[in-house]
């Protein structure tokens, strides 16, 4: 629980409640900040290292290329 007047924060078993006087905080700036929080729980949650993401790259790359190569051909 927290004393601020702009925000109130409250926490149970499964969720934080987050309540934001409207007044304090742009929806849109506030949509990009949980958007932000939401990735950035994404990537430490994630199993890729470096050399795989690389590797997808290099993948998705190729893959692409060959398709736009086969339309220049045309």
């Known amino acids: ?4 007047p702009y925000y ?5 078993d499964q969720t934080i409640i987050i309540k934001i006087d409207k007044t304090a905080i ?3 700036q506030l949509t ?3 958007n932000y929080l939401e990735l950035n ?4 949650r994630s199993q890729f ?3 795989v993401a690389a ?11 060959s398709k736009v190569k086969s339309k ?3």
Request: aromatic share 6%; net charge negative; charged share 30%.
């Open 1 to 4: 629980m927290s004393n601020n």
């Open 8 to 12: 109130n924060l409250s926490v149970d």
């Open 26 to 28: 742009d929806y849109q």
């Open 32 to 34: 990009q900040l949980l």
């Open 41 to 44: 729980s994404i990537s430490q």
């Open 49 to 51: 290292t470096e050399e």
């Open 55 to 65: 590797e997808l790259a290099d993948e998705i790359d190729s893959t692409v290329w």
């Open 72 to 74: 220049l051909d045309k």
